[in-house]
């Protein structure tokens, strides 16, 4: 602590690199109020430390320029958003329990032992069921940064704790939620991030499968998935011939731009194997040499008059590379949908600016399958959603006898190819969600008998939405990881490497709450206490 | 949905009652959105409803006007403290995890199983580590609010989470700290619940144990402690002779005013009962008759000297009730402390005004005791409050010397006799802590370890506060229980008595987390299975 007075520094000895370069203090007495011990890194931007390191010691790597910028920008960012809900729009923020009851089919849900034997709390995955009640309860607007809990194991940039802007409205439409939620990320929305437009572009489910492969694309940029059947059509090479008489099948292409100059051999390669690998396909490969002649075995199986039609579609000239795979629409889409992305990274490896990291393109994507097939068991059918996502009025009456073909009233909010948001209308009437929960997705209903009686009390009609506020936060900072708009979060494998939690517990302390630990492989039990 | 044009209402068809009760809308079509079937309850307020069926039914129970106004409000004073704290003091908004480890002496943490063997997430009871951390991360000036786990079992009026409006400031005191909270809490005080004036009151622990019997006094009435040991120095009374011989023995009493008008024979029979099964102590009620005798077996036993000083200390007139006991000062004081505050409960039962519940008296009490002995080995101390208070900066020399006569920088908000925040100026010097932990407290000081090494990275000093949300907004708006300010609170046994959880969980949904429960009574251990 350095007491003194203030004045300008002498000419020429200012700083203009430093906000206070421009003065110093005249030292009138000095005290010192704590010391340091040697830090294991040092405080400097330009070293680079290991993410363990900075995890181990956060309280450390949190006084970086970037942390500090991300933890402050991420306050005001909230602040402004609560402003908008709260001040403008009239939203009652309302907290909702975080230890309630498992839901049906919520097996990524943590337990919570409770003092009643074999009893246990849940910790929620979003703040749904209550959101719902609380529009049947009269908050006709609510809103709430909420914390949510999924035990996801080890995946990549997850975090078993999250934060979402939770929001729920009666009386509303689609439109009515997305133009608040574009009004609301328009009002947040950082200064030195540059402008935002909105209204925000939309897209249909179905658009965005077809254009894309993806329900969450990356409009930055270009590369659009092509459907080039026709210009196979009548074709005598076999394998297409034959996934084009398999229901759904087709032919699709994506054209790389100056492909042939970026990418090598060895990624070509790569992305062959990892079609083959991820989806079961195969997929050619054609580079269009400078006379606009296919460098391909197709090539010469191919009509000039097809390989003509083929460019065209694919909007190919000298240099580009074009992808071509056939096979069910199903996974021909998801498949370029991901080659798509991968080009883009690979181009970008090599310095080929493909995505200008800043700019920002939202994007919403509506009209999205209510149900889909279960994947262990196509005959059956779960909720594209969640089981409370009401039908799009004009299939509502298909709901009773071609469930596969109704669309739901969901709606996501897609930001750079990430989904930051989802939500939809949600159904308000007691027997079409009795309806949906037991006759269609055979679910046990008892689990949720009061939010069915809920509805049944005269529950307003109502939707709403839910934002990911850390992966929001992540694209609009450039952080590679959710992790660094987070001030304590966990590393992949759910654990806090600064205080080593989670940790053991004693027998004793387990012995309240009536459960023991399960050993894995009881024949070493003895090692393994010993551990504790 | 009724649509139509709105009108003034014709003359004479006003309802001056309603807000709307002058216009009325001429309808033009009319759709029914919901049906309602028959509900559980009348929605009146009038209609007198049992906790547990306006549990079971929240999402009705909600929709009472007295519900919405006190769910309104919590949001609109959150709103103005966070306006507060973030845009006039530069406060940042930070979230800290919830699924922690297991603090030392963390006896009331609910656990969390994850998916390694034998290791438990800990839901913490305060955010305080992290909020320290955060100090020692340059992010000076922390908030948020926190939500907060304790697991009490069954406590009236404990939820088993519950929020904090969590504060820690970095280059601070303790004067900082309260007119910091001071101007937040005029700042967000409700419009409708008149003026409260800043700076607040204080007082020390002594003052207040001396003057009230409690650290938490409700300064709306007298009745205060009075000392009237001299009035009996030199007596002859047995059981008080023997009561001054014994260390810190002393003579105390509180007058009620009009007492004999108001409190029933069975009343003081029920207070002295009380007093002896609570405090083992035998308390002497004596009445003061008209001509100002005492109406007492005491009265005989002593002087008309020592009658009259009895008297004049107690400021006791005609028709008053002196309330006297004997014993050691830390049994007397609590007693007649508690006696104080069931002597206003009675009068108020029988109509007498003794706390007037529009008026709101906010008090700091100041310089706690740091250390107390341990309840079951007084040769032990324990922490007052924490183990991270600081000392008072003139008492730190004792540390080393006389810990049990060490004041800490601790600091309590009190409302109405109900203390509604605590928080103290931390110590930030490692050693000090270390030596704290380890030598003082005999803690286990690994568990502590990133603690005390952020601490030895150059921590400033700093400090902070936590206010409890609940029972502030429950106080405010003069709700009996902190049950109504909370949207979905649990009841006294932490059920949530709508969704029925806590609940059984299949052994299946177990087995990722490496626990199996442990039924009581193994004898009937099938039975209980069946159960589930």
């Known amino acids: 602590m350095v007491k003194g007075r203030v004045r300008r520094r ?76 709260c001040n403008l729009h009239g939203f009652v923020d309302v907290e909702t329990p975080t230890l309630f009851k498992r839901t049906p089919g919520g097996a990524k849900e943590f337990v919570v032992p409770s003092g009643d034997p074999g009893k246990f709390y849940s910790l929620p995955q979003s703040p749904q069921q209550f959101k719902q009640l609380l529009m049947v309860a009269g908050i006709d607007r609510y809103f709430q940064l909420a914390r949510c809990y999924r035990d996801e194991g080890s995946k990549p940039d997850r975090q078993p704790e999250f934060t979402q802007v939770d929001i729920e409205i009666s009386f509303v439409d689609q439109a009515g939620v997305m133009s608040l939620i574009e009004g609301l990320v328009h009002y947040s ?37 092509v459907d080039v059947t026709t210009a196979f059509q009548g074709t005598q090479i076999e394998f297409i011939k034959d996934a084009l008489l398999k229901p759904s099948g087709c032919i699709q292409a994506i054209c790389i731009p100056e492909g042939m100059k970026h990418l090598k051999g060895k990624d070509l390669e790569f ?37 003509q039609q083929l460019l065209q579609m694919a909007q190919a000239n000298a240099g580009d590379l074009i992808f071509i795979t056939a096979g ?36 919403w994507v509506v009209d999205f399958p209510l149900f ?31 469930p596969r073909k109704v669309r739901g009233q969901h709606y996501d909010l897609v930001l750079n190819g990430c989904e930051v948001g989802g939500g939809s209308i949600r159904i308000h009437n007691a027997s079409q969600q009795l ?45 590679p990881s959710i992790r660094d708009v ?30 023991s630990v399960v050993w894995p492989n009881t024949d070493i039990e003895g090692h393994q206490h010993n551990s504790v």
Chains 1, 2 share one sequence.
């Open 10 to 85: 002498p000419e020429g000895q200012e700083n203009k690199k430093m906000p206070t370069g421009e003065i110093e203090v005249c030292a009138e007495s000095l005290e010192v109020l704590n010391t340091s011990r040697k830090l294991p890194f040092e405080m400097k931007e330009f070293v680079k430390k290991s993410e363990a390191l900075r995890m181990q010691y956060r309280y450390l790597d949190l006084r970086s320029p970037r942390m500090q910028y991300n933890l402050r920008l991420r306050s005001q960012m909230v602040m402004k958003m609560r402003e908008y809900l």
């Open 189 to 225: 929305w950082p200064e030195d991030k540059g402008q935002i437009h909105v209204p925000f572009p939309s897209m249909t489910y179905e658009e965005a499968m077809r254009d894309y492969g993806v329900d969450k694309p990356d409009t930055r940029f270009g590369m659009k998935l």
């Open 271 to 307: 992305l062959k194997q990892a079609a083959k690998t991820q989806y079961g396909q195969e997929v050619s490969v054609a580079p269009v040499r400078a006379d606009g002649s296919l460098k391909s075995p197709l090539s010469r199986l191919l009509s000039d008059r097809a390989k």
């Open 328 to 363: 069910p629409r199903e996974n021909v889409r998801p498949l370029l949908g991901k080659l798509r992305l991968q080009c883009a990274e690979l181009l970008e490896s090599y310095g080929v600016p493909v995505r200008d990291p800043s700019v920002f393109h939202f994007l």
């Open 372 to 402: 889909l097939p279960k994947e262990d068991n196509p005959e059956m059918l779960e909720a594209a959603h969640h089981p409370f996502t009401a039908p799009v009025p004009e299939d509502a009456h298909l709901l009773y006898t071609q």
């Open 435 to 479: 309806y949906v929960l037991d006759t269609i997705l055979k679910e046990d209903t008892s689990l949720l008998s009061h939010l069915l009686e809920a509805l049944d009390s005269g529950a307003p009609p109502h939707g709403g939405i839910a934002l990911g506020l850390d992966r929001l936060l992540s694209i609009i900072v450039g952080a």
């Open 486 to 515: 987070i001030a304590f979060p966990k590393s992949f494998r759910g654990h806090d490497l600064m205080s080593r939690a989670p940790d053991f517990v004693s027998e004793e302390d387990l012995k309240p709450y009536h459960i």
